[in-house]
């Protein structure tokens, strides 16, 4: 990073998007988190101003009240006194699969969330970096946006959707010198994951933020995290279809 300006994290209260603000709290970023619980943000903020001596603040977001977007990207880039150096989406939900299968308010609800709430972000973030000709962009898609698989492929479209946007992004933000990182982590343990089935690799949320502050730094396209599900999706992706639809995952 270039500079140590003020970035806003949505979605703080995650598992991941905590350990992300205590990274960016350790380089000295200065914080703005944003989330529905207003409380656990204080309550957060006020840790990392203590442990970091950095400055964080906290702002409510509901990603599902689209309306209030533009007033809360102006009043977040207004904190910051118009000098908003970074933005890092860390929200989204992932029902059981088999309920979203029948249950069509709860996969739209999700999609709102995963993909259109991040849409409605993405074009503000750009439209303000891009004028300012610099900043950083990161959101957290994930490795299941690589290929459908029967176990979660509604959730998986949720975020290969985001990650095409972001891939558009950087390719428009790139001429005025904005990074633009799509995260796909693999399986973390957080509150998303707690109880599933099936984990396996299982990072801790602060591995996976020390790689996407890294990632952001090195201006890279793609951060998988930890690395090695670079290596395990390329052998999924090629699995021919047949093969594929024997197996049960
Ligand atoms: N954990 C994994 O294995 C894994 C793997 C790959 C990708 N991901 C992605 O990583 C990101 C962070 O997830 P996590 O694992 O850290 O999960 P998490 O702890 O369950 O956090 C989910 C976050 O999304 C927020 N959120 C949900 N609905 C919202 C809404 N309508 N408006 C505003 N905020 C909303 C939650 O806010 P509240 O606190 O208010 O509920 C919470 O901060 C997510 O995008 C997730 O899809 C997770």
């Excluded at 205590?22 to 840790?47: N, S």
């Excluded at 503000?124 to 950083?136: D, I, M, N, W």
């Excluded at 930890?226 to 024997?246: A, S, Y």
Aim: aromatic share 8%; charged share 20%; proline share 3%.
């Amino acid at each position: 990073m270039t500079s140590l300006g003020g970035v806003l994290v949505v979605g703080a209260t995650s598992g991941m998007g905590r350990a992300i603000a205590r990274q960016l709290a350790k380089e000295g970023h200065p914080l703005l988190l944003a989330g529905r619980d207003t409380q656990a943000l204080d309550e957060l903020a006020t840790d990392i101003q203590i442990r970091s001596n950095t400055k964080a603040d906290c702002k409510a977001f509901e990603a599902l009240d689209f309306d209030s977007h533009t007033e809360f990207f102006d009043a977040c880039v207004e904190y910051f006194g118009g000098s908003l150096h970074g933005v890092v989406l860390c929200h989204g939900q992932m029902p059981e699969q088999d309920v979203s299968e029948t249950d069509f308010a709860l996969a739209r609800r999700m999609i709102e969330v995963n993909y259109l709430s991040g849409v409605s972000l993405l074009n503000l973030a750009a439209h303000h970096f891009e004028s300012r000709k610099s900043g950083f962009i990161a959101a957290i898609t994930s490795v299941a946006g690589d290929r459908g698989r029967q176990s979660n492929y509604l959730y998986g479209s949720s975020k290969s959707a985001l990650s095409t946007v972001l891939a558009g992004l950087r390719v428009r933000l790139a001429k005025s010198q904005v990074t633009v990182v799509d995260v796909r982590p693999g399986f973390v343990d957080t509150q998303l994951t707690w109880g599933r089935p099936g984990m396996f690799l299982v990072a801790s949320p602060e591995t996976v933020a020390e790689d996407i502050v890294r990632g952001i730094a090195k201006n890279r396209a793609v951060v998988y995290t930890p690395f090695f599900w670079r290596w395990i999706m390329l052998v999924i992706r090629m699995v021919p279809d047949v093969v594929f639809r024997r197996l049960s995952l």
